[in-house]
């Protein structure tokens, strides 16, 4: 037999001519996207513990990291993230190192340019109105990464994934 029709042979029954395990592993990214999203953005009945927290931020980290796509900086970006994500773990969410690390893993995915909190999010008078505005404007960021998954777009899914994380671990000015 020869070696491609032993790696057809495979790919065919690893992802089943319809390409179903594909669509399982989307299904299950998502599914994590939306639980960790959920968590993070506090939509349980009750208020997520800290854990909770630093548990859902730690996992969207994990998932930009298997997302991003094969290129010169995948090595460096995925070590950046691990580094970050061994700090949040084991020191605070707001570690100013991890942040720093993420922001640069950032900015090797979207050629240099750097992380800034939204705009839209400078115009507040309380800080119950900067917690609705930013909680509206990351499910639209969420909503975003989703639909770049599903359009099989991992650059931009793992871009938005870490423009959730660096939002939530960023502190507001103000």
Do not use: W
């Not at 859902?56 to 930009?64: F, K």
């Amino acid at each position: 037999m020869s070696t491609s029709v032993l790696c057809l042979m495979v790919i065919t029954g690893m992802t089943g001519s319809d390409g179903s395990a594909l669509r399982h592993d989307q299904d299950d990214v998502s599914a994590r996207i939306v639980s960790a999203t959920n968590t993070l953005m506090g939509r349980q009945d009750t208020p997520p513990t800290m854990e909770a927290i630093v548990g859902a931020v730690l996992e969207l980290l994990d998932i930009a990291a298997a997302v991003t796509p094969d290129n010169q900086y995948k090595a460096e970006i995925q070590n950046r993230i691990a580094v970050a994500k061994e700090r949040i773990r084991d020191g605070s969410i707001f570690d100013d190192k991890a942040r720093q690390y993420l922001s640069f893993a950032y900015r090797m995915m979207t050629d240099g340019r750097k992380y800034q909190m939204p705009e839209e999010l400078d115009d507040f008078v309380t800080p119950a109105e900067l917690q609705e505005k930013t909680l509206r404007y990351m499910e639209g960021i969420v909503t975003e990464s989703l639909r770049s998954l599903e359009e099989g777009d991992s650059q931009r899914t793992a871009r938005l994934l870490l423009e959730i994380v660096l939002m939530a671990i960023t502190p507001h000015p103000g």
